[in-house]
């Protein structure tokens, strides 16, 4: 008896397929990615990085290394992360010092302490969060809260708490494309606008390309660091009014021009801008 698979059907079969096979490869799309899920951090601490042996945290802003002098960079070099990452830019952590001079060590502990009391309450709340160890496509908003903070015995702030968003003032500063690689998230550039509590003043300062890069660890709490390009002029408008300070403003502006290293005028052949970068830690937290 013929069986009725011929060698010719088995052709047509196998063209069929191939065919099929092609039409799927060529005409689908990649199936789209689950929807992920909204997961906020609380800052828990902020502060000031500082320079030793030409070593400090940061990014490379301007994505180029400068071991010499030059005139895109104003003359300043670059330093070294921690890590040997070279072309780091970070000319606010040389300047700190110069400041602590003035006011003594007590800067990043007024920072905390504005933190700790609930009157400097920033959150990192990232959308579209399918997994913290790799991910991509994320979307970020930096916001505010508001509320009287619960205190761990660690000194520091609580995590899983929930803080209500600040009604007034709110500064949302929207970010895209954020990703997460071996458990750390990186996001940037885009415009950021934080409040700075120091002293005896309060103002927003406007960080130019800004970067935020942080480390998720197993228990879901964050360290990292945020950095972008600032303005000595715009912060020493903003401390102006505080008690004491404004003697010191002509020295605020002209330290900050002697630092700068981004933001060349081309005409002038001078820079504006300050490259900065600030400590981080993190905390889970709810927004309401």
Partial sequence: MRSPFSFASLGAFAIVTSLLVVSANGCSHAAPQAPGVRKTWILTAMGFTRE??????????????????????????DLTAPDGTP????????LIPVVEKQFGNAIDG??????????????????????????????MEVKLAQGKPTIGTDGVLDAYQTLDMRENGQIISPAEGG???NGTFTIGPFPLRIPIAIFDVAFTIFIRDALV?????????????????????EVADGV???????????????????????????DTGKC???????????????LR
Avoid: W, Y
Avoid at 115 to 136: E, H, K, P, Q, W
Avoid at 248 to 258: E, F, H, K, S
């Fill in 52 to 77: 030793h042996d030409h070593v400090a945290p940061g990014f490379d802003l301007d994505r180029q290394v400068t071991r010499m002098p030059d005139a895109a960079s104003c003359g300043q070099l």
């Fill in 87 to 94: 072309g780091i830019d970070n000319q606010l952590s040389l």
């Fill in 110 to 139: 007024i920072i905390q302490g504005a933190i700790n009391d609930g009157r400097l309450l920033i959150a990192f709340d990232l959308a579209n969060v399918r997994s913290t160890a790799n991910d991509r496509d994320i979307t």
């Fill in 179 to 181: 990703t997460f690689a």
């Fill in 213 to 233: 890069r942080f480390t998720v660890d197993e228990d879901g709490n964050a360290e990292g660091i945020l950095g972008g390009s600032i303005s000595m002029d």
């Fill in 240 to 266: 102006k009014d505080g008690a004491g300070v404004a003697p010191l403003l002509p020295q605020i502006r002209g330290v900050g021009l002697l630092f700068a290293d981004m933001g060349l005028d081309p």
């Fill in 272 to 286: 504006s801008l300050l490259s900065s970068a600030l400590s981080l830690k993190a905390r889970p937290a709810f």
